[in-house]
């Protein structure tokens, strides 16, 4: 069979991971064809914390403003709520999602963006919608059936669904974003590690005005703790926001040796009403689904031309709310390597650098989504209540601790709410990503603060380290106040220096930014120089950024040669 047509690279779903790379694809000018499985996109809400790496790149994508037009902002989403139902007994709160005070400030330190709440079921058209704008093809109804790869490139076999007949797609390269049950990752032989089927729960989502139970305290997440709530899913019962207040998904877990149970009509108005603990709420129910909370992770991302991302590489419950955020993370990771390899400019070794960059980030994922959900037990033993589903005890465990004695019931319970930080604001999880690869040129001009950091999981530590995402600071630009986050990236190295750097040559592929008094960007503030000093880079020196944000390589000060200093670093951060 001959193909049908040929491109440079096919991408495989159109998720969060896939829609990420077909945007990315076309911004670069890189031709490529989308196939993915279903006539429409996503319908359920599935993944929404979108944290502020991903807005990160979303700005850089170009569609930041229009996520934010329909996001639920950070102010409503951080209250989260520990509760014996909504109606019901309250056990206790966390500030979440960078709404804690001191937590805001380092977030508002940390990036331009911020954190917000964006269902799956709005973010995946933007993506995509974007991507056709731009140039994206995208076949809906497209299944991949299977592929060969050779030396020059990959054939891809796909059935279209409507027509009930099969054809092949010819390509330099193949992106499986899949997702968990990754056909493209199997037929490339991705050695996976972990378990599936952890777990099982059930997602319901339902419309209702919640707003007399939640206005006061309003938050994306309220966990619920009922007879059976540690049971399966991912720690207790849960009743998330979808859109405030009358849209809804309750999170809810059964024993997976039992299997699912029959998700009728009365069954989830039943289970929606015990959670929000009104008997006769009215309530639509809009959709119903159960999965299961795997732990597994691919130890590599790739097999000679064909490349997975998202799902189909790490799957892990929504505990932490990483799921599309990594996703997306995996395509930016890769799309400018892919650009820059089929226009030549880099040798295809680059691509290597994929796995040896995002599998760490993976696997780090996959074990603090699981090890959130463990660590919600600790409530349950601080109320008392582990190991027990009979409500009377329950009830009477729980009440003990408003008796006058029970300091330590208390302060058990406190602490044990304050851990969840770790699941519901953990800042440097989201943004201390290191890279550690051929593209990236270490250096000793200055060691890591990561490697010192009191607690590198919950708080973020900005470092201009080669491999660490360049650190945030507001400088100053002729139209306004910019930050080097966005003035970096865009398909292009960046590569900034200041006073006395003038002699750095820039190119079609390395945008030069001068920061400093007289220039195009300046540093009124004295953020960016304080910043490089104390990491031993001089005004001279440089700092060079890969178009995914991260540190290529850094400079103390102006070499005597600097173009070729550049050029042979490039050559190497290329491969080529
Ligand atoms: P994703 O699964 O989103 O996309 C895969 C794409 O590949 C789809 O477009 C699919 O149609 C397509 N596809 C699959 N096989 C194909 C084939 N053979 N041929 C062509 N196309 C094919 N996360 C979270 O953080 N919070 C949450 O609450 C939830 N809830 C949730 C509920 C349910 C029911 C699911 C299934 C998942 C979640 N998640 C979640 C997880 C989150 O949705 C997930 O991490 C991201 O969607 C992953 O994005 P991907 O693009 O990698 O895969």
Redesign the pocket.
Known sequence: MAPVVTTDVVV???????AAMALALARLGVDHLV????ETL?A?P????TNQRTMEVLRDLGVSDRVEALATPQDLIGTTTFCTSLAGEELGRVRSWGTDPHSQAAHRLASPARICDMP?NLMEPILVQAAQREGSRIRFS???LGHTQDDEGVTVEVRDRLRDDTYEIRARYLYG?????S?VAEDAGLPMRGEMGVAGSL?IVFRADLSPWVAHRPSVLYWVLQPGSDVGGIGMGVV?MVRPWDEWLTIWGYDVADGPPDLSDEYCRGLVRALVGVDELDVEILGR?A?TVNHMVAERYSTGRVFC????VHRHP?SN????NT?IQDSFNLAWKLALVVRGEAGPELLETYTAERAPIGRQVVDRANQSIGETGRIFDALGVSGTDDPEVMRANMAARREPGADKQRRALREAIAFKAYEFDAHGVELNQRYVSAAVVSDDLSPDPLATAEDPELHHVASTTPGARVPHVWLAGHGGDVSTIDLAGHGRFTLFTGPGGESWPASELVRVVVVGPGHEIEDPYGDWARLLEAEGIGDSGAVLVRPDHHVAARFASLPDDPATTLSTTLQQVLRR
């Open positions: 495989v779903g159109s998720g969060p991971a896939g196939v993915t499985r279903y996503a359920e599935r993944a929404h914390i799956q497209t299944e991949y974003a899949d997702g968990g049950r056909r997602n998330r689904s999965w991302g998202g799902d189909a929504p709310g990483l799921g599309s996703s």
